[in-house]
C-alpha cells in the first residue's frame, strides 16, 4: 500500500504520520508537497494536523485551494482512501468532503490532552480494529475543533452512522462532561456516506508507537492497511 501525506507550510504532524506509516507499518511513503497535482499512485491520501498556510483567515480555508487538495477531491471520488486528522479534518469539511465546519472550542482554549473515545461502527476498514463500544484514548490538540452542522445536516450524518468516534468517558458513556470542545453530539470524527474519507480532531498517529507508551491509535491504520491486502 502506498500512502501520501500532503505537507502544506505550517504543517507540523505530517513527520509523525510518516513515522507510523513507513517507519512502524513498513509502507511505500511519499511526502506530498501542496503544489502537487498528480496523486494518482497512491492508495491513501493523509492531510495531517498543523497550521497549514498559518491557519489565517480559517483554519483550511487557504489549504482548501492548494492543488494537492484538488486532486485529493478526485482521488475520494474514485473511491479511494483519505485520511483528515485536526487540521486536516478541517481542511476535508472545507472542501466539501466531508459535511460540517470545525469552530473554536466551547471555552475558547486550545485544548492539548488524551481524551477517551467511544468507537461507534466497526465495519469499516478505519476501525474494523476495534470492538463496536470500545473505548480508547487518544490525544487531542486543538483550539478549533468544536463539530457543528445545521439542524438537517447533523440529522443526515447521524441517520448515515457516519460517526465513527465520540468524545466519552472512561466507561464509554457519551456526556457533556466528557465533551472536552463542546462538539455537537460530542461527535470526535466522521466519515463521508461512501466510507472512504474519514475526518477526526483526535490524533491517532501520536497513540500508535509502544514506544512512547500509547498504542491505541495503531488499529486504525492497521485496519487499512488489512482490508488493502485481504
Request: net charge negative.
Amino acid at each position: 500500500m502506498k500512502f501520501g501525506v500532503i505537507v502544506f507550510p505550517g504543517s507540523n504532524c505530517d513527520r509523525d504520520m510518516a513515522w507510523v506509516t513507513r517507519g512502524i507499518l513498513g509502507q511505500e511513503t511519499h511526502m506530498v508537497w501542496h503544489e502537487e497535482r498528480d496523486l494518482s499512485d497512491l492508495d491513501v491520501v493523509i492531510v495531517p494536523g498543523g497550521f497549514s498556510y498559518g491557519d489565517y483567515l480559517r483554519c483550511g480555508a487557504i489549504a482548501r485551494f492548494s492543488p494537492a487538495m484538488q486532486a485529493t477531491i478526485d482521488h475520494a471520488a474514485q473511491g479511494k482512501y483519505v485520511l483528515g486528522v485536526c487540521n486536516g479534518f478541517q481542511i476535508l469539511t472545507e472542501v466539501g468532503l466531508l459535511p460540517g465546519a470545525l469552530m473554536r472550542n466551547r471555552d475558547l482554549h486550545f485544548i492539548c490532552d488524551r481524551t477517551p473515545l467511544r468507537v461507534e461502527r466497526n465495519d469499516l476498514p478505519w476501525t474494523r480494529n476495534y470492538r463496536s463500544g470500545a473505548v480508547v484514548t487518544i490525544p487531542i490538540s486543538h483550539g478549533e475543533g468544536c463539530y457543528y452542522a445545521d439542524a438537517d445536516t447533523l440529522k443526515e450524518v447521524e441517520d448515515n452512522q457516519q460517526v465513527l468516534f465520540r468524545y466519552c468517558d472512561a466507561l464509554g458513556n457519551v456526556t457533556e462532561a466528557a465533551n472536552p470542545n463542546g462538539s455537537l453530539n460530542n461527535i470526535a470524527g466522521i466519515c463521508n456516506r461512501q466510507g472512504n474519507v474519514l475526518g477526526m480532531m483526535p490524533h491517532p498517529e501520536r497513540s500508535a508507537d509502544a514506544a512512547i507508551g500509547a498504542t491505541d491509535g495503531l488499529a486504525l491504520f492497521q485496519g487499512l492497511l488489512e482490508m488493502a491486502v485481504a
